[in-house]
């Protein structure tokens, strides 16, 4: 099994950055074969929404919405993933979750809050 713990969040002014990290720990074989790392968010009152992903063999893919303004960047050793978050707006306000894929088995982590607010 994987664990991934989120941290970085908190509030932010509009036009503020903010860097997100996420680490994995857990089953060293699991984590050797995560293919897939990223961020995903739920806006109150909203379904969960891709923010950005990152293969381990460097492909990313991010939401237009946040394209230009976010950038996704995995560890060197591949068992933790980055979300730097520049020129904020009120509209990403939510929060923010670490998803990680291997062998085809999805791990969440708890989530950690960004609000956007002046």
């Known amino acids: 099994q994987v664990q991934l713990v989120e941290s970085g969040g908190g509030l932010v002014q509009p036009g503020g950055s903010l860097r997100l990290s996420c680490a994995a720990s857990?089953?060293?074989?699991?984590?050797?074969?995560?293919?897939?790392m990223g961020w995903y968010r739920q806006a109150p009152g909203k379904q969960r929404e891709l923010v950005a992903t990152?293969?381990?063999?460097?492909?990313?893919n991010y939401a237009n919405s946040v394209k230009g303004r976010f950038t996704i960047s995995r560890g060197s050793a591949q068992n933790s993933v980055y979300l730097q978050m520049n020129n904020l707006k009120p509209e990403d306000t939510a929060v923010y979750y670490c998803?990680?894929?291997?062998?085809?088995?999805?791990?969440w982590g708890q989530g950690t809050q960004v609000p956007v607010s002046s």
């Open positions: 857990g089953s060293v074989f699991m984590i050797y074969n995560m293919d897939v």
């Open positions: 990152h293969t381990t063999g460097g492909n990313t």
């Open positions: 998803y990680a894929r291997s062998l085809k088995s999805e791990t």
